[in-house]
Every structure is written in structure tokens, then in C-alpha cells.
């Protein structure tokens, strides 16, 4: 998804709203690692509008991250995988995209591989 005013686009967020319902994805007494999710995995792929420089001077873009990924899927007791973050795709040359491109093929290959994030606020604002 296209980052969107530092958060997911209004209909993703919407989408969340209406599945990940209570009984479902959550149940308040089994939060987090407890989560009713907690056998299912999450990545965030997305673009941004700026690049990584420009992102970097106000922090770590995983500030950004924290609540869809910790306060969301993290809560439902989903494992969350580092995000997958195209910088400024619009900005950049047609090789440089084509090699944003095969990174993202590449990862895919190599995802069921990976080990969830410790997602803690340690990991977020370290």
C-alpha cells in the first residue's frame, strides 16, 4: 500500500476496522502474543511519497510503523515481519524501480524463511 499521511490508506484501514473484529481477531483477555491470531503472519509492503533521506530526518520510519504493526496485527497476536519499504518509486530512475521490483520478487522467495520482529517497543524506538 502507498503510505498515507503516515498511516495506511482509508480503505485498508476500513477493511481492518470490519475483519479484525473482536471474537475474531482479538478477545481483550488474550492480547498480544495471546492473540487469537497468533498462528498467522503479517508483512507491511509499501511505498512512500519521500525518500529514505528525507524520512530519516524526523527518526526511524519504524515510528510510523508502531501502531498498524504493534498496535494492530501485534495486538490480534499476529507475528510481524519486517516491513517491505519501497522509498519514493515515483522519484527514482526505471532501473532503479525495476530493481525495487526484483528485491520484492526475490523476498517473496525466501519469506515463509524469515523470523518475526521482536515487536517490542525496544525494536520501534531503539
Known sequence: FPLFWFSMPAILKGWM??????????DLSKAYDGGLLQDKLSLFSFTT???KEKYAIRGDIRYLLWP?????????????LNPHICYAPERVSEEKRKEMLTAW?????TLWKEEPIDCSPEWYFK
Request: aromatic share 10%; glycine share 16%; charged share 15%.
Open 105 to 109: 520478487t526475490q523476498r517473496l522467495k
Open 17 to 26: 476496522d470490519r475483519v479484525l473484529v473482536q471474537g475474531f481477531a482479538y
Open 68 to 80: 498498524m504493526q504493534h498496535g494492530i496485527m501485534h495486538f490480534c497476536g499476529v507475528k510481524v
Open 49 to 51: 511519497g519521500g525518500t
